[in-house]
Each structure stands twice: as C-alpha cells, then as structure tokens.
C-alpha cells in the first residue's frame, strides 16, 4: 500500500496555463513501460510526425529520453503549446515527469511530503487551484514516484549533522520552529532569514538526547526568543573570501547551458569557460552570459547597486518561497543530495542572496525590479536541488567555509535591498 500524503503546501497555488517552458526545457527520462506505451499510440501515423525520432539517448545520464525539435520544443508539444499525449490520451498517458511537474514528492519516514518547483511561471506567481485542492493528484503522483524510485517506508530522518540525529518528529517540531521565524508578519525578510540562521547555529551546538517531544518545542520557542533580541540590525559587510566563494556559488545557479534562455558557456572551449570562471572569482568587469536573459553589457558592480525599497510582492514571494521549501523539507535529505538538515538548510537560505545578486544583473539590463526578482527567484529555482554541482564536495567545502567565518548572515543583509 502507497504511503499517505501528509503535507501539501496549503499557501500555494497551482494550474498548468500552457507557457510550454517545461517543454522547451527538461529532459523527460523514460522507462522502457513508458517507452512502449508511446510507441503503442501510434503517432506515426499523424501526418506532420512521420519519420520522427520519438526518443534520444542522454549520454549524460545513460537514459532513454523524449526526443526534442531543432527549436527545443518536446517533439510532443503542439501548435497550442499543449502536449499532444494528454490532448490525445489523457494525463494518464504522458510520462511520470510530465505528470508530476511541477510538484516535488519528499519522503519523511511513513509518508509524502509535497513540494513544488517555483521554477514553473504558474507556481512562482501563485496561479491556479489551491493546493489543498489536489490532493488526490498528490496521492497519485506519490504512488508512481514511490513505484518508480523504489522509495521505501521507513526512511530514517536525515542527521542533523554528522554526529547530530533526532528522530522524524522531532525534526518536523525544528522545522516548525524555523517556518514560524520565518512567516512572522512585519519582519523584513533578511532579518527573518538570519534570526532563523541564528537559531540554526544555537541547535548546532546542542544536545538533543534528553530534549524531545514538547520539551523540544519549548527550546526552540525559548532560544528563538533570546537569538532574535540578540540579532544585529546591520550586520558587518561580507568578507572578501566569502564574496569570491558566494559569486562561484551564484555563477552555478545562474548557469543555462540547455533549452530556454541558454547562455553561452556551453559554446565556448574549455580555455574560455575557465576564463569566465576566472572573471567570477574576481568580480570585475562583464558578467560572463551564462544565462540567457542576462543582458551582455552587465558589470559585477551592477549587482552591487542597491534596489532600494521593494513592492510587498517581493516579500509575498519569497516568504511564500521558503514557506514552501521548508515544510516540505525539500531542502534536504533525498530530495537535496542527501545533504544533513543544517546543511541542505544553509543552502536553502544563500538562494536568497544568490537571487537577489542576479536580481540586480536583470534590473541593470532593464527589467522592472518586481519582474527581475520573479525571473531571479525562477533561475535559482530551476537549480536548487536539481543541478549536481550544487551538490559537489567542492560546493560542500564553499558552504563549510562560508559557514565557519558567518558569512551567509552577511551576505543576506548585503543583497536584500
């Protein structure tokens, strides 16, 4: 019997409105049951895909995928930018990740938790049914992800960090803790993300062995009290390590090698990516195009030019955002390259400065603030969990030195405004 959903992501909203980015984008990874069951619809027979490759080979990732056009719409994808297999033959028919898009199924323990991909336009601006409203395509999704992933029913909690375990209700009372931080009314977000930070750091050096259950909660209601008196209003600027290591970091999130919007890095020589590598750890002159929206004239000093004050849509965004992450726990464990709590934690809060950076590349190039925040939050989304660098022993060892010298406090007041 499937494992049950137990947490949809109540404040957000969802319905597909056919923008096709998803289309033009992913690779759809199939199974040989999906592969036949294509073949069996017979669209050879339709006129205009006659002699079409249906499938390609992912060198990368060893896989059977959807083949896609020369102008990088799925060979599926209609006129109307709707896929011709569900038109045709229902969701039903399509192939799991399509189905599943833009929902993200997180095993915790003995049931599904559910995220989504703000990197869907649909997702990031709130559009569409409330969630609460599709549980049962909750539940059905996470029976095929169950299926399909082999997950088993009793995952253990992810460690908060080495050496660091609670048990999967306790890890549910932290988390509830750290969402409360970070949905409190009339706090500007910086600040919310660092009181949490603060209180991350608290529980770090703590013992939980005797501290469980209800006694839990009261800790962590105490202790956020007394580390969010004890916050600096304007902490000190970012270092000068932490700012090389933070743009590497934000050069991975804002990278599009593939599909829409790709940037150039995957045409140039091996000399000319290290070059543009080079470029980011300086932080001079022309922000190399690894992106496509980022417009060539860009410099590293136009993401250090303050935004000034932001609309209350920016700040609706990104408490929805991180609201979103983190009671779904999407943040870590399987769902984050099997990274700890604190960890996967961490790495969640630094998309906000990384957002922010390249926020400000995309307000440079002439994008209204609001409309730049919204594409930034999209790109940075896209990799969060997703792109394997991100989950490399070289990103680990930037986080454990960013860590260690509490630059990611820093970093987040510098980019909030």
Not at 15 to 25: I, L, N
Not at 64 to 78: A, I, K, Q, S, T
Not at 204 to 216: Q, W
Not at 401 to 417: D, G, R, V
């Amino acid at each position: 019997m499937p494992m049950p959903v137990r947490s949809l992501p109540l404040v957000q909203n969802w319905d597909c409105h056919g923008c096709s980015d998803c289309c033009r984008t992913y690779a759809v990874h199939v199974s040989d049951a999906e592969k036949a069951k294509i073949e069996a619809q017979n669209w050879h027979a339709e006129p205009d895909l006659a002699g079409v490759e249906f499938f390609a080979w992912d060198k990368s990732e060893q896989r059977l995928r959807l083949n896609h056009r020369p102008d990088g719409g799925c060979v599926f994808l209609g006129a109307d930018n709707r896929c011709r297999i569900h038109a045709k033959f229902g969701s039903a028919a399509k192939p799991m990740p399509c189905r599943v898009y833009p929902f993200v199924m997180v095993p915790a323990g003995d049931h599904w938790r559910v995220g989504v991909r703000f990197a869907c336009p649909s997702a990031l601006q709130n559009l569409g049914r409330p969630m609460r409203e599709q549980a049962a395509e909750a539940r059905e999704y996470a029976a095929l992800v169950e299926v399909d992933k082999k997950t088993p029913g009793d995952l253990p909690a992810p460690p908060l960090q080495p050496g660091q375990t609670v048990p999967w209700g306790d890890l549910l009372r932290i988390t509830a803790a750290l969402t409360e931080i970070l949905i409190a009314p009339g706090v500007r977000i910086e600040r919310r993300l660092r009181h949490a930070l603060a209180l991350m750091e608290l529980c770090k050096k703590s013992s939980f062995e005797k501290i469980s259950g209800a006694r839990l909660t009261e800790f962590l209601e105490l202790t956020s009290v007394i580390v969010g008196e004890e916050l600096p209003e304007h902490p000190a600027k970012p270092g000068w390590a932490g700012r090389v290591l933070f743009r590497q970091i934000a050069a991975v999130y804002a990278r599009k090698d593939v599909g829409l919007n790709a940037g150039d890095m995957a045409n140039r020589s091996a000399w000319g990516r290290g070059i543009a590598g080079y470029r980011f750890a300086l932080g001079a002159g022309r922000v190399p195009k690894v992106h496509g929206q980022l417009n060539e004239a860009v410099t590293f000093a136009d993401a250090e030019k303050s935004l000034g004050t932001l609309s209350p849509e920016v700040d609706e965004l990104f408490t929805r955002f991180y609201r979103v992450k983190l009671e779904s726990l999407q943040f870590c464990g399987r769902t984050n390259f099997d990274q700890s709590y604190w960890l996967g934690f961490e790495s969640l809060v630094l998309t906000y400065p990384a957002a922010m950076w390249l926020a400000r590349l995309f307000v440079a190039g002439g994008k209204p603030p609001l409309e730049a925040v919204q594409a930034a939050v999209r790109i940075v989304d896209d990799n969060f969990g997703f792109n394997p660098m991100l989950g490399s022993g070289k990103q680990a060892w930037a986080m454990k030195i960013l860590t260690a010298k509490a630059e990611i406090s820093k970093l987040i007041a510098w980019y909030a405004t």
